[in-house]
Every structure is written in C-alpha cells, then in structure tokens.
C-alpha cells in the first residue's frame, strides 16, 4: 500500500496534490524532485513497479519480464515495421538502458531553436542544467581499460582511421573493480527518485493513469491502481500536472483525453540494424563491463556502437542466419553484436477506442533505408578492420560477410520488408516551441493554451539527437521545471 503523509487531502479514492507527475522516468523524476524540493506536496504515478536495480541482473529474462513494457514487444506498422522497447516501472527507460550519455551538439540545438522558434535553449543557457542533473546521477568513464568487444571497435575504427570515443555512462564505478564489485548503475530509482521522496514526494507505483481533465480550474487524473489482484479506480487532483510518460505514451493519453493539437503527429527515433562478427579469439569475455565506444566519424548520418552480446541476444541477433544457432553455442565467446544507427524514420502515435495500448504507425522513407545499407556496409567494414572473421547481418535474406570484398554484395538499399529494424530512442512526439503550426507546448514544456499542463518528457525534443538522448531528456526536464517554479506557475 502506498503510504502519505497526514494532511494531504487524501480520501480512499480521491488524492489531491499541489503538483501531479505521470510517469517516473528521466523526464518524470528531475521534474518531481524539483517541484517536491520547492515545498509542493507532489505525487508520482507509475504504471509499473517500484523494483530495485537489483531485482533481477541487467538485460536478463527477468529483467525484461519484470521491467519492460509488454515483455519488450512493441511494434510500430507501416511500410517497413520497427520494434521499440520501452521501460514499465519506477525510473523508467533509465533502469533498462545502459546509461550512455552524451551532452546534445550545439548544431542540433541551433537547427531546433531556429526551425521551432524554441526559447532559451543556447548551449550557454542550457550547461547549467545538465551540470546540476550529473552532480545528482553521477557521470563517470571506465577507471580502467573497456571491455575487449569494445575495445576490438574502437581498433577496427582507429585503423580506419575514422574518429571513435569512449562514451561516459550514468554509473558510479567501483575505485577498485578487481574486488568484484563493478559499481551502481544511476538510474533514476538509485537518484532523483530517492531524492523525491526524501523530500516528501509520493510515489504511487502500479498506478495507469487514464485520462486527464479540466475541472473549476484544476486538472484531474483518472487513473487505475491494482495491487497484483485487485483493482480499484482513482481521482486525483492538482492545479499542475506533468506527463511525463514516455514519446509515446504521453500522446497516448493525452489525445485520448482531447488535447490533440500538433500530439502524436511527429515521433522521431533513431532506428537502428544489428550485425554479428565473429573473430578468431576470445573477446565476449564473461563479467566484464558493459561496452562504451562509438563511432561518430558519420555524424550526423549515422553512428555505430556495440551492444550487450550475451548468448541469449547473439541467438536472436542471429535469427536471420538459422544455421549459425549450434555455431552461437558452440563459439560464442568469440561474436558480438555491433549496431549503426542513423536518426531518420517519422511516425504517429493514436489512441483507438477499446484499445489499451496505442497505435504507432512508422516510415522509413527512401532514403533512410539507402541511409541505413550504407552505415551497415561502413559496420562491416569497420568489423573487419578490427580482425572479424565474418560478419551476419541481422536481416533475413541477407549473406554472409566472409571478407571485405563480399560487402559488395550488400545492397544499395535495404526493402522496407527486410529493415527489421528496432529502436530504442523515441522523441518528438509534442515537440517544444513558439511556433504554433507545429509545437504541441512552448519553449518550457507547458501545452499551448492550457494553465497548469506541461509536457517533461522525450516527447518535447525537437527531433533526432543524433546521441543517446537521456541527458537530454534531463537538462530539458530540469530547465523547464526550474522556469515554471521561478515564474510562479507551480
């Protein structure tokens, strides 16, 4: 049972808070924490549990059963389908992400500012709230030397000489990792959450907020809570409310609750095709740490990656290739999953009636799937600078890469049938700015013409960040949060 503090104007079906937030992810949990540390009696909805990072090892079946929208099976339909993860529980995608981050381009801020009218987003504007979000959820690179699957890329990347980094990951390392303790993941239930909380903040778990209204000023969530066997119905009531449920859910919703103005029209993600390369020694070795190198030699066009190569996801990594699968469990220790992920594709999110989960339709248009076979055919042949003996692609039909010669036989563009294609990053869907043609909020997150409801959340970027965007996600949050408390609207 969810537990309040006295006096706070809860009934046994009806809560009455100063401040709403819906959702607990990055966006979610900088908001509230802000908003409780302001002296505001807030509540946090979360449709999913309020796990602990340990609750199940990271990337694992249990992980994805427990924290995972759907079990991890979300799809987007149009002419060429992608797969889409999304976090279901307390912090969010933050607790199923591996935490890279990445500062956002001063060039991708001027194309947002400029094309969406977006106020006070200058780097120099900006800095202060991604400062003030890393000194709560630490930011820290590796205290020693990256795991061999990464360091194989970062080889194949420097023989090529095509510009490689270390990417900084959300994560308070061990001092001394030979004890075998690797550190703490900071995800928003290690971070912001807590803080929330400490500051008198509610967090209502298990909670699926289901439509917002307007009532004699104030805004109202209705909302169903269930405790794993029952279910009741719940009223809630704020002057502020915060969606903050995700690029796609927070359209969901609030089309399905009559604000429909330029919401669910402009989703954006990075979508991303997967490689498997097999080398002639051990690198996928068991207990290292997670993978931190990229490529940007091809930004803004396209940047390339490893993933988490544990035997399970090299399996389906290799679902295109049936006749590898005794091969995955006989040499798996010497594959692993290398990815290029480029920033085109569009899509809409809608709510159907009788329908619980939205509808996403996707496109990749002509030239994003060209965009995509060229950054797969430059992953090759990065891989094979760095000593791969042969590299599968994750697409049915596609051949076996036994040396650089063969990526000639990679198409010039990928068929929207084959792309099978995922994503992992959704943004844009509302996006921010004073141009009202296409911005479902202003410069601050609030929804244009409506008091007291504020989108904080991946929904308001303007586009593609061409990096991983959770910093992002959060120096925005942090900014609009801070301008709404200071002008008084909180």
Request: charged share 20%.
């Amino acid at each position: 049972m969810t537990s309040f503090p006295p006096g706070n104007g809860l009934s046994h079906d009806k809560i009455i808070a100063d401040v709403l937030v819906i959702g607990s992810g990055p966006g979610g949990a900088v908001t509230a924490s802000m908003c409780a540390e302001a002296g505001k009696f807030v509540v946090m909805l979360e449709e999913g549990d309020h796990l602990s990072l340990d609750s199940a090892p990271h990337f694992s079946r249990e992980e994805i059963l427990q924290k995972y929208r759907n079990a991890g099976v979300n799809i987007g339909f149009g002419s060429a389908k992608i797969a889409y993860v999304e976090g279901c529980c307390v912090g969010g995608g933050s607790e199923i992400n591996r935490g890279l981050y990445h500062r956002i381009s001063s060039d991708v801020l001027e194309n947002w500012r400029r094309d969406y009218r977006v106020d006070a987003l200058a780097p120099s504007e900006l800095d202060p709230h991604f400062a003030a979000c890393e000194e709560v959820a630490q930011v820290q690179y590796l205290p020693g030397p990256a795991p061999h699957l990464s360091t194989r890329l970062a080889e194949g990347a420097r023989n090529l000489g095509w510009a490689c980094l270390e990417v900084p990951r959300l994560y308070a390392y061990a001092t001394d990792i030979a004890t075998g303790s690797p550190g703490r993941k900071q995800s928003m239930s290690e971070t912001f959450v807590p803080r929330f909380m400490r500051a008198g903040g509610v967090v209502m778990a298990r909670t699926r907020a289901t439509r917002i209204s307007r009532v004699s000023g104030s805004w109202t969530v209705s909302a169903l809570s269930w405790d794993g066997t029952n279910r009741r119905r719940l009223e809630l009531t704020a002057k502020t409310v915060f969606v903050a449920a995700g690029a796609v859910q927070t359209p969901w919703l609030l089309r399905r609750s009559g604000v429909k103005t330029n919401v669910g029209n402009s989703l954006r993600f990075h979508p991303m095709l997967k490689a498997v390369a097999l080398f002639r020694d051990e690198i996928n070795i068991p207990g290292e740490l997670e993978p931190v190198h990229q490529i940007k030699e091809f930004d803004p066009r396209f940047s390339m990656g490893c993933s988490m190569s544990k035997r399970p996801a090299l399996a389906l990594a290799m679902a295109a290739h049936p006749a590898m699968m005794e091969a995955v469990d006989r040499d798996w220790r010497r594959m692993a999953i290398y990815y290029v992920q480029s920033t085109g594709g569009v899509g809409k999110v809608r709510s159907l009636p009788g329908f619980r989960d939205p509808l996403v339709r996707v496109e990749l248009h002509r030239l994003d799937l060209k965009e995509l076979a060229d950054g797969l055919a430059r992953l090759a042949e990065v891989l094979f600078a760095a000593g791969a003996e042969a590299v599968y692609p994750s697409i049915p039909g596609y051949p076996v890469l036994r040396s650089v010669a063969d990526i000639a036989k990679l198409p010039e563009t990928i068929s929207p049938k084959q792309a099978n294609a995922t994503a992992l990053h959704l943004f844009s869907s509302c996006p921010m700015g004073e141009d009202k043609q296409k911005c479902a909020t202003d410069s601050f997150g609030r929804v244009h013409g409506m008091d007291g409801l504020y989108i904080a959340d991946a929904s308001l970027l303007c586009g593609p960040t061409v990096v991983n965007p959770q910093g992002t996600v959060m120096a925005v949050a942090h900014r609009n949060v801070m301008h709404a408390i200071n002008s008084g609207a909180i």
